[in-house]
C-alpha cells in the first residue's frame, strides 16, 4: 500500500483505523455494495476501498436533478460504477403527484437516493461525521439501520474536510470540477437541504429552475381547491395566494405568513 504522505499523527490512525473497518466486516457474499454518488466524499472512500483491497460493487442511483457536470464525471473516470435508473421515474413526474419536498420532508431521499438499494446487504459508504451533528449523534464507524435491515460501514466517519482534501490530493484522485467553481457540496439541484445555495445552483442550471417552477405551478393548479387528508384547506391556499408566493417562501427559507421563526 502507498504510504499516504498526510501530516498528523491523529489522521494517520484514523486511516488506519478506516482501512481496518472495511477489512475486518465484508459480508458473508464476499462483498460490499457501495454507495457512490460522485462528490468528494464517493471518491475518496472508493479509493480508501481500493487501498484496503477490500471487494465492493459500486452504484450510483441517478436521481434525474443531478448537475449535468456531475454525471458526466461519473461517466468518464469511473465506468465500473453501474448506474441505477430510479425506480419512480423522473423526479419532477413523481413530485407533481407527491408533492414538493421540503427540509422538514425530505421524501426524495428515500425515493431517489436509496430506493435502488436492495435488502439484506452491507453497504459501505462515504458519510462523515462533521457533515451535522445529526450525523454525528446517529452515526458511526459501523452502523445498523434499523428501518432497512442494514448494516453500514462509514470509513470516513472521523475524517473531517480538510482530512479528505488532503487525501485526495495527496493521492492525486480525481474530482468532480464544479468544486473547483467555488461549490461546496454536490446533490440534487434544488434540493431544501442547500439553502439559500440554491439560488446560486439555478443561476448555474437556469434550466432547473425552471423546471422546479413548473413543478410548484403543476402543484398548485393541481391541489387548489382541495382538502388536505385531515379535512383542512390545502396548505398552499391557506397561506399562499399564487404559486409564485409558494415558490419564493420555499426558494429563500421565509417563514409562514402569519408565523414567526
Same mark, same amino acid.
Given at each position: 500500500?502507498?504510504?499516504?504522505?498526510?501530516?498528523?499523527?491523529? $489522521?494517520?490512525?484514523?486511516?488506519?483505523?478506516?482501512?481496518?473497518?472495511?477489512?475486518? #466486516?465484508?459480508?458473508?457474499? /464476499?462483498?460490499?455494495? /457501495?454507495?457512490?454518488?460522485?462528490?468528494?466524499?464517493?471518491?475518496?472512500?472508493?479509493?480508501?476501498?481500493?487501498?484496503?483491497?477490500?471487494?465492493?460493487?459500486?452504484?450510483?442511483?441517478?436521481?434525474?436533478?443531478?448537475?449535468?457536470?456531475?454525471?458526466?464525471?461519473?461517466?468518464?473516470?469511473?465506468?465500473?460504477?453501474?448506474?441505477?435508473?430510479?425506480?419512480?421515474?423522473?423526479?419532477?413526474?413523481?413530485?407533481?403527484?407527491?408533492?414538493?419536498?421540503?427540509?422538514?420532508?425530505?421524501?426524495?431521499? &428515500?425515493?431517489?437516493?436509496?430506493?435502488?438499494?436492495?435488502? /439484506?446487504?452491507?453497504?459501505?459508504?462515504?458519510?462523515?461525521?462533521?457533515?451535522?451533528?445529526?450525523?454525528?449523534?446517529?452515526?458511526?464507524?459501523?452502523?445498523?439501520?434499523?428501518?432497512?435491515?442494514?448494516?453500514?460501514?462509514?470509513?470516513?466517519?472521523?475524517?473531517?474536510?480538510?482530512?479528505?482534501?488532503?487525501?485526495?490530493?495527496? !493521492?492525486?484522485?480525481?474530482?468532480?470540477?464544479?468544486?473547483? &467553481?467555488?461549490?461546496?457540496?454536490?446533490?440534487?439541484?434544488?434540493?431544501?437541504?442547500? /439553502?439559500? #445555495?440554491?439560488?446560486?445552483?439555478?443561476?448555474?442550471?437556469?434550466?432547473?429552475?425552471?423546471?422546479?417552477?413548473?413543478?410548484?405551478?403543476?402543484?398548485?393548479?393541481?391541489?387548489?381547491?382541495?382538502?388536505?387528508?385531515?379535512? !383542512?384547506?390545502?396548505?398552499?391556499?391557506?397561506? $399562499? !395566494?399564487?404559486?409564485?408566493?409558494?415558490?419564493?417562501?420555499?426558494?429563500?427559507?421565509?417563514?409562514?405568513?402569519?408565523?414567526?421563526?
Amino acid at each position: 500500500m502507498r504510504q499516504v504522505k498526510i501530516k498528523g499523527m491523529r $489522521f494517520e490512525d484514523d486511516l488506519k483505523e478506516s482501512i481496518r473497518i472495511l477489512r475486518g #466486516n465484508v459480508p458473508v457474499s /464476499g462483498f460490499y455494495y /457501495g454507495c457512490f454518488s460522485g462528490g468528494k466524499d464517493s471518491v475518496a472512500v472508493k479509493e480508501l476501498c481500493r487501498m484496503a483491497r477490500v471487494p465492493v460493487f459500486w452504484h450510483y442511483n441517478i436521481t434525474t436533478i443531478d448537475p449535468p457536470e456531475l454525471v458526466h464525471f461519473i461517466k468518464k473516470f469511473h465506468p465500473d460504477v453501474k448506474m441505477l435508473r430510479p425506480r419512480y421515474g423522473n423526479f419532477f413526474s413523481y413530485a407533481l403527484k407527491k408533492g414538493f419536498p421540503t427540509r422538514r420532508n425530505r421524501w426524495c431521499c &428515500e425515493k431517489y437516493k436509496e430506493g435502488n438499494n436492495p435488502k /439484506g446487504v452491507t453497504l459501505v459508504t462515504g458519510i462523515r461525521g462533521q457533515e451535522s451533528p445529526r450525523r454525528a449523534a446517529d452515526w458511526s464507524l459501523i452502523t445498523f439501520n434499523k428501518k432497512t435491515k442494514e448494516e453500514q460501514i462509514n470509513p470516513l466517519f472521523k475524517w473531517d474536510s480538510e482530512d479528505l482534501w488532503n487525501f485526495i490530493r495527496d !493521492r492525486n484522485i480525481p474530482y468532480c470540477s464544479l468544486y473547483d &467553481e467555488g461549490f461546496k457540496r454536490l446533490g440534487c439541484v434544488g434540493c431544501p437541504m442547500a /439553502g439559500l #445555495n440554491r439560488i446560486r445552483e439555478f443561476e448555474r442550471w437556469p434550466k432547473f429552475e425552471l423546471k422546479w417552477k413548473r413543478l410548484f405551478e403543476g402543484i398548485w393548479n393541481r391541489r387548489t381547491g382541495t382538502l388536505q387528508w385531515d379535512g !383542512r384547506q390545502w396548505f398552499g391556499n391557506k397561506f $399562499f !395566494r399564487c404559486w409564485e408566493e409558494m415558490f419564493d417562501w420555499w426558494l429563500y427559507d421565509k417563514s409562514l405568513p402569519g408565523k414567526g421563526n
